[in-house]
């Protein structure tokens, strides 16, 4: 017979050195909901069963679970348990629009922020200099930021941009895009690059996510009306929240 509490065993999901227990268990558990490995309406064990069979602590159970209900991924029903709730629906961001990360979540109400995780100058890698077109090895300004949505977080966005454009990266606090607006360097036009990878380590811990998980690796470069590259933006976006959307229309040539 199949062993429907196998989820929860640690050969499941404990790994040595992969962060403190709650951590680990809460990851796999919003692993399981997000793929719909754990299906909606499903109740879970109560906890001191849960706690039993995962054999950790109930406190550690309750971190976890505690963690889900605040993510809005479980509810619980008084008297009657803990359930997985309706999975919310994806966004769907238009790969046709320029827009920035802060506009694309106000126009879905959302409340977007942002945590810096590292600010510098810097010369450019391989990559950079490529797109846009340095010859040199002139130093650019670098905004590493991992972005929420509503306290959850989306995406881990590293963007690079040429020093006369952004003089400081310090100058970027909420939006990247109307410190460039400010400016008068808000770029007109942007070309992406979509590839699917697989996270590991700390850029998945960060997204709260399980190692190895996939996502969209998204390699943006925009350009100025004149048509000057001036930012290359790295961005890791949560496949199981983001679906990008593309408007195609026939070619009347
Ligand atoms: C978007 C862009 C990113 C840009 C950021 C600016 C994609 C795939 N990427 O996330 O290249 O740097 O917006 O957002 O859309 P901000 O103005 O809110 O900082």
Redesign the pocket.
Known sequence: MQDHLAIFRPTAWLRAGQGPRYEQLYRHLLAAITSGEMAAQSQLPPERELAEIAEVSRVTVRKAVAQLVEDSLLEQRRGAGTFVRAPRLKMEHSLSAL????EYMRQRGKT?SSRILQRGIAPPSPDEQIALGLSGSEALSRVERLRFADDVPM?L?R?SLLRDILPDPDM?DV????VLRARNVAPTRAV?RITAVNLGGDDARLLNLVDGAAVLR?D?T?YLPSGRPI?F?R?LYRSDIYDFIAELRLDAS
């Open positions: 827009m920035s990360f802060t977007s995406a966005e963007s970027v939006s990247l895009y109307d992406q998204i943006r925009a930012e933006t961005g």
